[in-house]
């Protein structure tokens, strides 16, 4: 039964949280109010700007660079890592196995032995600065141990306890073709199987989302056009109505509302 739960239930139910987690999360943000130009300067004054400053901060993270050296090194240097990672696993799920995910083999796999040594500096900078310490809460620390603990689970797979990878592959394309199958593997596999579909349920819920959520930031998605006046549509009342944003019979009832408010 504990099997069944683990290979066969848990993949789809942790799949589907982090999917209706992560959009529901871009929905909220995308439906919240911006009303004022926040901007963080020194901003781009075209759209085209915008982008390709959102594309840096999500690759080369250049604001992290000129505010805090260290945890930008930390920090680049584990998104690197985690990546090539993640597209060496690609060869699980994939039949045939693309040539560039059979070229990044050796790097995905000495990039998950360094692994560990950004997640150590980032847990001891966590500790080491008093500030970062104070504002630390036990899901920063959560976060770290549950990705260090599966970077640790997968380097024993492959160095000491090693499980029957055609099985793996075997039992990967079973969850894509949504025919899952218990596969017989060592039971060191299951463990860590299982901390990575925790992470995907903690992740829409966590820090951790601050990777979607950064595109979302209005600090960084909007141009610099401060000399366009910016009028706030919700604010009652005003002086007039900028483009009809609401019908003027209910500005007139708005306003009407506020004087009588006034007089009392």
Excluded: C
Excluded at 80 to 106: A, C, S
Excluded at 170 to 177: F, P, T, W
């Amino acid at each position: 039964m504990a099997e069944k739960f683990l290979f066969i239930l848990l993949p789809y139910l942790s799949a589907a949280v982090f999917l209706i987690g992560v959009l529901y999360r871009f929905w909220v943000w995308g439906r919240t109010p911006v009303p004022l130009r926040i901007v963080t300067t020194p901003a781009p004054r075209t759209r085209g700007g915008v982008i390709w400053r959102l594309i840096g901060d999500a690759l080369w993270f250049p604001s992290l660079f000129k505010g805090d050296r260290f945890l930008w090194a930390a920090g680049l240097a584990f998104h690197i890592l985690l990546w090539l990672v993640l597209l060496r696993h690609l060869r699980y799920f994939l039949y045939p196995v693309p040539g560039w995910v059979e070229g990044i083999q050796t790097l995905g796999l000495y990039a998950g032995y360094l692994i560990p040594i950004p997640l150590a500096l980032l847990f001891a900078r966590r500790l080491a600065d008093e500030k970062v310490l104070y504002v630390s809460i036990l899901g920063d620390y959560f976060s770290l141990f549950l990705i260090l603990a599966i970077t640790l689970s997968g380097t024993l797979l492959r160095v000491f306890f090693r499980t029957y990878l055609v099985e793996v592959k075997a039992y990967a394309l079973s969850l894509v073709h949504l025919q899952p199958v218990i596969p017989q593997v060592h039971w060191l596999f299951g463990l860590h199987f299982f901390l990575v579909l925790v992470l995907l349920i903690y992740f829409p819920f966590s820090k951790l989302m601050h990777s979607g959520g950064l595109f979302w930031s209005p600090t960084r998605n909007q141009r610099a056009n401060f000399e366009t006046r910016f009028v706030n549509p919700w604010d009652f009342p005003v002086a007039y109505n900028p483009r009809n944003l609401w019908p003027p019979e209910k500005y007139h009832q708005a306003l009407t509302e506020s004087k009588e408010g006034k007089k009392e």
